[in-house]
T-cell receptor
């Protein structure tokens, strides 16, 4: 069965500093990996995805993520954090080529960027 | 930019009552999903729907739940007899043809069962 682990409930970072939100996954086949962000009282917004190819994936709002197959990780990064990046971040994985395959989410990491 | 919409934004109901949550997916998408998020917990898959039938469902999606695409645009989730533990944020999502594509989520309906 697929699973996603986000080991940190909360990440605090000062504005302007680099940020990392960690994610590891477990699948039996090829992973399709996603990051979503949730702002208060809002739905989930897609940030970026890894399907195949280059291990460094660039997404919305200056975020990027690095796929590491040997460590089964897909950490979310940003070189310089903004206060407006404060939100709840979810890593998700899906396995298989069918569009019916659901996303399996981690429990989320709350990012707090302090001015 | 096209987006998934959901109504109502907040639904309050009494235990044992039926509720219908409504979603309008992105128009050219073929896959439709419902997820839920109990307060403070992770987002959980309920059901996926394709070609007018359920494709996959989780253990949560028991006989109290049903989905329907009554016309060409709406996608609904019905809970037949609500329980207190059904209180959650319910998200509708839709996706294009390939599983390579991301799922687009609506803003959610907060269901409160009293």
């Amino acid at each position: 069965a697929q699973s996603v682990a986000q080991p940190e409930d909360q990440v605090n970072v000062a504005e302007g500093n680099p940020l990392t939100v960690k994610c590891t996954y477990s699948v039996s086949g090829n992973p399709y990996l996603f990051w979503y962000v949730q702002y208060p009282n809002r739905g989930l917004q897609f940030l970026l995805k890894y399907i195949t190819g280059d291990n460094l994936v660039k997404g919305s709002y200056g975020f990027e993520a690095e796929f590491n197959k040997s460590q089964t990780s897909f950490h979310l990064k940003k070189p310089s954090a903004l206060v407006s990046d404060s939100a709840l971040y979810f890593c998700a994985v899906r396995e298989g080529v069918s569009g019916n395959t659901p996303l399996v989410f981690g429990k989320g990491t709350r990012l707090s960027v302090i001015a | 930019e096209p987006e998934v919409t959901q109504t109502p934004s907040h639904q309050v109901t009494q235990m044992g009552q039926e509720v219908i949550l409504r979603c309008v997916p992105i128009s050219n998408h073929l896959y439709f999903y419902w997820y839920r998020q109990i307060l403070g917990q992770k987002v959980e898959f309920l059901v996926s729907f394709y070609n007018n039938e359920i494709s996959e469902k989780s253990e949560i999606f028991d006989d109290q739940f049903s989905v329907e695409r009554p016309d060409g645009s709406n996608f609904t989730l019905k809970i037949r007899s609500t329980k207190l533990e059904d209180s959650a944020m319910y998200f509708c999502a839709s996706g294009a043809e390939s599983s390579y594509n991301e799922q687009f989520f609506g803003p959610g309906t907060r269901l409160t069962v009293l």
